[in-house]
Protein backbone atom coordinates (compact mmCIF):
# COMPACT_ATOMS: atom_id res chain seq x y z
CA UNK A 1 0.00 0.00 0.00
CA UNK A 2 1.10 3.39 -1.17
CA UNK A 3 2.22 5.90 1.82
CA UNK A 4 -0.07 9.04 2.03
CA UNK A 5 3.15 11.35 1.70
CA UNK A 6 3.30 9.47 -1.85
CA UNK A 7 1.04 11.80 -3.21
CA UNK A 8 1.25 15.61 -3.25
CA UNK A 9 -1.72 17.65 -2.91
CA UNK A 10 -2.47 20.56 -4.84
CA UNK A 11 -3.48 24.01 -3.87
CA UNK A 12 -6.54 23.70 -1.15
CA UNK A 13 -8.50 26.79 -2.71
CA UNK A 14 -9.82 26.82 -6.58
CA UNK A 15 -12.57 27.67 -8.52
CA UNK A 16 -15.18 24.60 -9.25
CA UNK A 17 -14.36 23.52 -12.95
CA UNK A 18 -16.73 23.37 -15.37
CA UNK A 19 -19.11 19.81 -15.24
CA UNK A 20 -18.06 20.20 -11.33
CA UNK A 21 -20.19 21.47 -8.33
CA UNK A 22 -17.58 21.36 -5.69
CA UNK A 23 -19.03 20.71 -1.79
CA UNK A 24 -16.94 22.55 0.68
CA UNK A 25 -18.10 25.63 3.03
CA UNK A 26 -21.69 26.51 3.25
CA UNK A 27 -21.38 29.70 2.06
CA UNK A 28 -20.16 28.66 -1.25
CA UNK A 29 -22.22 27.79 -4.53
CA UNK A 30 -22.10 23.93 -3.64
CA UNK A 31 -22.79 24.38 -0.11
CA UNK A 32 -26.38 23.93 0.32
CA UNK A 33 -25.61 20.33 -0.26
CA UNK A 34 -23.40 20.05 2.92
CA UNK A 35 -24.55 18.34 5.67
CA UNK A 36 -23.39 21.25 7.95
CA UNK A 37 -26.26 23.80 6.04
CA UNK A 38 -28.75 24.93 7.25
CA UNK A 39 -31.81 23.11 6.10
CA UNK A 40 -33.75 21.56 9.17
CA UNK A 41 -35.44 18.23 8.76
CA UNK A 42 -37.84 16.21 10.68
CA UNK A 43 -37.21 12.43 11.58
CA UNK A 44 -39.39 10.05 13.85
CA UNK A 45 -41.31 13.50 15.03
CA UNK A 46 -38.26 15.21 15.69
CA UNK A 47 -36.82 18.24 14.72
CA UNK A 48 -32.71 18.64 13.52
CA UNK A 49 -31.20 21.43 12.82
CA UNK A 50 -29.41 20.08 10.02
CA UNK A 51 -28.05 16.77 8.31
CA UNK A 52 -25.18 16.40 10.35
CA UNK A 53 -26.49 16.01 13.64
CA UNK A 54 -29.38 13.63 12.66
CA UNK A 55 -26.70 11.47 10.65
CA UNK A 56 -24.20 11.78 13.96
CA UNK A 57 -27.23 10.68 15.90
CA UNK A 58 -27.71 8.19 13.75
CA UNK A 59 -24.58 5.82 15.00
CA UNK A 60 -26.03 5.58 18.53
CA UNK A 61 -28.84 3.16 19.50
CA UNK A 62 -32.29 4.59 18.96
CA UNK A 63 -32.79 4.26 22.72
CA UNK A 64 -29.13 5.92 23.66
CA UNK A 65 -31.56 9.36 24.23
CA UNK A 66 -28.58 11.00 25.94
CA UNK A 67 -26.18 10.99 23.25
CA UNK A 68 -29.23 11.57 20.59
CA UNK A 69 -30.34 14.76 22.62
CA UNK A 70 -26.79 15.85 23.30
CA UNK A 71 -26.31 15.64 19.54
CA UNK A 72 -29.82 16.96 18.56
CA UNK A 73 -29.81 20.20 20.58
CA UNK A 74 -27.35 22.50 19.31
CA UNK A 75 -28.17 24.85 16.19
CA UNK A 76 -24.21 24.41 15.45
CA UNK A 77 -23.61 21.45 13.13
CA UNK A 78 -19.48 21.69 14.25
CA UNK A 79 -20.96 21.51 18.14
CA UNK A 80 -23.43 18.60 17.10
CA UNK A 81 -20.36 16.78 15.51
CA UNK A 82 -17.98 17.69 18.15
CA UNK A 83 -20.42 15.96 21.18
CA UNK A 84 -20.89 13.22 18.90
CA UNK A 85 -17.24 12.67 19.39
CA UNK A 86 -17.40 12.70 23.32
CA UNK A 87 -19.86 10.04 22.85
CA UNK A 88 -18.11 7.97 20.62
CA UNK A 89 -17.34 4.96 22.98
CA UNK A 90 -21.41 4.39 22.34
CA UNK A 91 -21.72 4.82 18.78
CA UNK A 92 -22.98 0.87 17.59
CA UNK A 93 -23.00 2.26 14.06
CA UNK A 94 -19.59 2.26 12.75
CA UNK A 95 -18.41 5.13 11.01
CA UNK A 96 -18.07 4.52 7.60
CA UNK A 97 -19.75 1.10 7.32
CA UNK A 98 -22.30 -0.04 5.24
CA UNK A 99 -25.27 1.12 7.70
CA UNK A 100 -23.25 4.68 8.14
CA UNK A 101 -24.28 5.34 4.43
CA UNK A 102 -27.41 4.28 4.21
CA UNK A 103 -27.77 6.70 7.26
CA UNK A 104 -25.97 9.48 4.76
CA UNK A 105 -28.56 8.68 2.29
CA UNK A 106 -31.62 8.96 4.75
CA UNK A 107 -30.48 12.22 5.90
CA UNK A 108 -29.92 13.18 2.12
CA UNK A 109 -33.41 12.08 1.20
CA UNK A 110 -34.79 13.85 4.51
CA UNK A 111 -33.05 17.22 3.35
CA UNK A 112 -34.83 16.88 -0.34
CA UNK A 113 -37.67 15.97 0.86
CA UNK A 114 -37.95 18.86 3.36
CA UNK A 115 -36.67 21.55 1.14
CA UNK A 116 -37.94 22.08 -2.22
CA UNK A 117 -35.22 24.42 -3.57
CA UNK A 118 -32.40 21.35 -2.91
CA UNK A 119 -34.80 18.92 -4.51
CA UNK A 120 -35.05 21.68 -7.75
CA UNK A 121 -31.60 22.48 -7.59
CA UNK A 122 -30.00 19.22 -7.24
CA UNK A 123 -32.58 18.07 -10.68
CA UNK A 124 -30.96 21.42 -12.24
CA UNK A 125 -27.30 20.25 -11.82
CA UNK A 126 -27.77 18.21 -14.66
CA UNK A 127 -24.77 15.98 -15.29
CA UNK A 128 -22.48 18.10 -13.29
CA UNK A 129 -19.72 15.52 -11.13
CA UNK A 130 -20.54 16.46 -7.42
CA UNK A 131 -17.15 16.18 -5.73
CA UNK A 132 -16.69 16.73 -1.44
CA UNK A 133 -13.83 18.56 -1.91
CA UNK A 134 -11.31 17.71 1.28
CA UNK A 135 -8.18 19.23 -0.16
CA UNK A 136 -7.93 21.86 2.12
CA UNK A 137 -8.32 19.19 5.15
CA UNK A 138 -6.00 16.61 4.13
CA UNK A 139 -5.74 13.00 3.01
CA UNK A 140 -7.24 11.99 6.16
CA UNK A 141 -9.09 8.70 5.70
CA UNK A 142 -12.71 9.91 6.48
CA UNK A 143 -11.73 12.83 3.90
CA UNK A 144 -10.89 10.54 1.08
CA UNK A 145 -14.02 8.23 1.75
CA UNK A 146 -16.72 10.90 2.27
CA UNK A 147 -14.96 13.26 -0.34
CA UNK A 148 -11.66 13.73 -2.22
CA UNK A 149 -9.06 15.36 -2.87
CA UNK A 150 -7.33 17.08 -5.82
CA UNK A 151 -3.85 15.61 -6.57
CA UNK A 152 -1.60 16.58 -9.87
CA UNK A 153 -2.36 13.97 -12.86
CA UNK A 154 -0.66 15.41 -15.87
CA UNK A 155 -3.11 13.31 -18.42
CA UNK A 156 -6.34 15.01 -17.39
CA UNK A 157 -7.20 17.99 -19.72
CA UNK A 158 -7.57 19.90 -15.94
CA UNK A 159 -3.85 19.11 -14.50
CA UNK A 160 -5.35 17.14 -11.86
CA UNK A 161 -7.82 14.45 -10.76
CA UNK A 162 -9.62 13.64 -7.82
CA UNK A 163 -8.36 11.08 -5.22
CA UNK A 164 -11.14 9.42 -2.77
CA UNK A 165 -14.30 7.75 -2.80
CA UNK A 166 -16.38 10.82 -2.76
CA UNK A 167 -19.12 8.74 -1.05
CA UNK A 168 -21.19 11.98 -0.38
CA UNK A 169 -20.76 12.98 -3.79
CA UNK A 170 -21.76 9.79 -5.13
CA UNK A 171 -24.94 9.63 -3.32
CA UNK A 172 -26.26 13.12 -4.02
CA UNK A 173 -25.80 11.81 -7.67
CA UNK A 174 -27.51 8.67 -7.04
CA UNK A 175 -30.42 11.07 -5.75
CA UNK A 176 -30.19 12.90 -8.50
CA UNK A 177 -30.49 10.01 -11.01
CA UNK A 178 -33.41 9.06 -9.63
CA UNK A 179 -35.01 12.26 -9.45
CA UNK A 180 -34.32 12.91 -13.38
CA UNK A 181 -35.56 9.51 -13.49
CA UNK A 182 -39.14 10.55 -12.24
CA UNK A 183 -39.59 13.58 -14.13
CA UNK A 184 -38.63 12.15 -17.52
Given at each position: ???????Q??????????????????A???G????MS??????????W?H???????L?????????????????S??????I?????A??V?AP?????V??????????M???????????????R?L??D??A???????????????????????????G????G?L????R??L?????
Amino acid sequence: MPSVAATQVCAPVFPAAEGQILIRKVAEPGGWLSNMSPHPIVYEGLKWWHAEALFQALRFAPDDEEAREAVRAPRSPMAAKMIAKRFRARQVVAPLSDQDVENMGLCLRLKMDAHGEVRRKLIASGERLLVEDCSARGRRVNNLFWGAVRVPNEDSPLGYAWEGRNMLGRLWMEERAMLQALIS
